[in-house]
């Protein structure tokens, strides 16, 4: 915990020592993407530990493992029918094991999703409720009878499109589930839910995990009398229809902060673990599941990186100011390009701007989450349609949300199948171009991934980038500068964003750490430094800089 009294303004201060989850990068894995080690097509357990030396030699901290737990794939294993097994398809516990034991021999922390929100429709909890009010499992769901018209019990909308209520007989009612038919959500104002998922977290955490990432953190608590939600006044005829209804009564309910904190409290039980929460609210109302006491997620995900819509510095300078002056005082930050949800960053911005975006997000004040295949520079897929065994239950209402896009197969070799599988994998690989594998890019020095990774290294030697604060500069148009201070020496960054050259000042004793591409020229006698376009920088400087 911190001693808020040592704390000052939240850029202004440096975790001494800083806890692992503050200093490493947090590298996300979608298990059934990473590697096929059973020759099924679908990636594994065993997989991940034979590539357990990869993940060491790239230089990551820990992992995040999207979930890995018996599904029947309603949404891809966050439809959970056992949440203390390992689904048969990705291995079993003893695999579970001894993955955990590899990744820990090379000192790779491992972080499970934890979905306490909803259950699969095939969870015996479930099965056991819908048998009607006499059942003791009755109230760990959300049911509701019709109302008098034979609607549905109230306008609230899943988030993959369509009402959140499904009809069932026995016992002739609704239940809720927010997102696929196949997922109904879990009644966490019933005790016994809380309890419930409190000693599944406490299985893995016995097991040794090293903490949870919370999925939907902000959803478990919803208004009491669940009351229909308010139509959204920005929203238009032809508009999409996810954001036609305010979400102001289906989440970040009145007890939001109290179930937060009954996950916190399991995480505490434990010597040095880390609860991550998905929370995708306006930034000020996502930081503050950080905890007035800081006792609820050490790190809320921040998604304000995703949210981007020019890249420009002009837009970005902002975002990272605001976000710092709300995060609450001794708050740790976070930041993200992207996960399993969204489209790839490289195709997002294209590949001539994708590595000023890693630039940015590894030397920013907080912990980067690195979404697996980023590394190669990997685009999103394209489906033919027609052509997949399953879809995504987003894209089964809103093609253009398809999030299979960026779920596609890790990229080892030139092989067939990029070298994941050695059958048909489970989604098509996303581009049979031979340099996006590691197998290629690992001998190129010029490569995104020897790139990345002596980023990712630099990050980890350098106490400034790792747990250093942080300050704006001011600087040409279209670069962002910034400043980390450390007791033990300071760097600054100079990202340009733009399409043209940009000359920055510098300080002329300082040193280039790394940059995006070739090295840029100084000028001035040493003053200035010619960036090209999207080219980013960090430099060492001579002098000690400013804590903030
Ligand atoms: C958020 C997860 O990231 C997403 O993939 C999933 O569909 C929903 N939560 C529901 O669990």
């Given at each position: 915990m911190v001693n808020l009294d040592d704390v000052g303004r939240s850029g202004a201060w440096v975790p001494d020592p800083p806890a692992w989850w503050q200093r490493e990068v947090i590298y996300q894995i979608y298990p059934r993407s990473f590697f096929d080690s059973s020759g099924d097509g679908i990636g594994d357990l065993p997989g991940i530990r034979e590539r357990a030396d990869y993940l060491a030699w790239l230089g990551v901290g820990a992992v995040w493992l999207a979930p890995i737990y018996p599904s029947p794939d309603a949404d891809l294993g966050y439809d959970i029918s056992d949440y203390v097994n390992v689904d048969p398809r990705f291995g079993t516990l003893d695999d579970f094991d001894a993955m955990l034991t590899t990744l820990h021999e090379r000192g790779i922390r491992v972080i499970l999703d934890l979905v306490p929100n909803h259950s699969s429709d095939q969870h015996p909890w479930f099965v056991e409720s819908r048998s009607g009010p006499g059942s003791p499992k009755y109230d760990w769901y959300v049911w509701r009878s019709s109302r008098p018209d034979g609607s549905p019990p109230n306008n609230w909308e899943s988030y993959f499109g369509g009402p959140a209520w499904d009809y069932v007989e026995p016992p002739g009612q609704w239940y809720l589930h927010s997102f696929d038919r196949g997922q109904p959500d879990l009644n966490w104002d019933n005790p016994e839910v809380r309890e419930a998922m409190q000693d599944v977290m406490r299985f893995w955490l016995d097991r040794g995990v090293d903490g949870f990432r919370v999925d939907v953190l902000w959803l478990l608590s919803k208004d009491p009398e669940l009351a229909d939600n308010p139509v959204n006044p920005e929203w238009g005829e032809g508009g999409p229809p996810w954001l036609r209804l305010l979400r102001a009564n289906s989440?970040?309910?009145?007890r939001a902060h109290e179930y937060a904190r009954v996950l916190r409290g399991v995480i505490d039980e434990y010597p040095d673990r880390v609860m991550v929460g998905e929370v995708v609210l306006p930034p000020a109302r996502a930081v503050a599941?950080?905890?007035?006491?800081?006792?609820?997620?050490h790190m809320p995900h921040n998604f304000a990186l995703t949210e981007l819509r020019t890249w420009s510095a002009e837009e970005i300078r902002p975002v990272v100011e605001e976000y710092e002056r709300q995060l609450p005082r001794g708050a740790w930050p976070n930041w993200l390009l992207g996960d399993h949800d969204f489209p790839r960053i490289a195709s997002r911005l294209g590949p001539e701007r994708t590595r000023v975006a890693h630039m940015l997000l590894l030397t920013l004040r907080g912990t980067p989450t690195w979404y697996y295949g980023d590394e190669l520079g990997l685009p999103d897929a394209h489906f033919p349609p027609g052509t997949l065994a399953m879809i995504d239950p987003q894209a089964s209402t809103s093609p253009e949300r398809d999030r299979f896009i960026a779920r596609t197969p890790m990229q080892w070799s030139a092989g067939p199948h990029a070298g994941f599988s050695e059958v048909e994998p489970w989604l098509p690989v996303a581009s049979d171009d031979g340099s996006l594998t590691v197998e290629r890019q690992r001998e190129d020095p010029d490569s995104v991934l020897s790139f990345v990774r002596s980023l990712i290294h630099l990050r980890r030697r350098t106490p400034a980038l790792a747990s250093g604060t942080y300050r704006s500069l001011s600087g040409p148009p279209s670069v962002l500068s910034f400043e980390r201070w450390h007791p033990d020496g300071t760097v600054r960054v100079h990202l340009n964003f733009g399409a043209t050259s940009q000359d920055v000042e510098v300080d002329g004793a300082g040193r280039i750490l790394l940059s995006t591409n070739e090295p840029p020229e100084t000028r001035a006698g040493g003053h200035t430094m010619r960036l090209r376009p999207y080219q980013g920088v960090i430099v060492r400087t001579a002098a000690p800089g400013t804590p903030g």
């Open positions: 989440e970040d309910g009145p599941f950080h905890g007035e006491r800081l006792d609820e997620a």
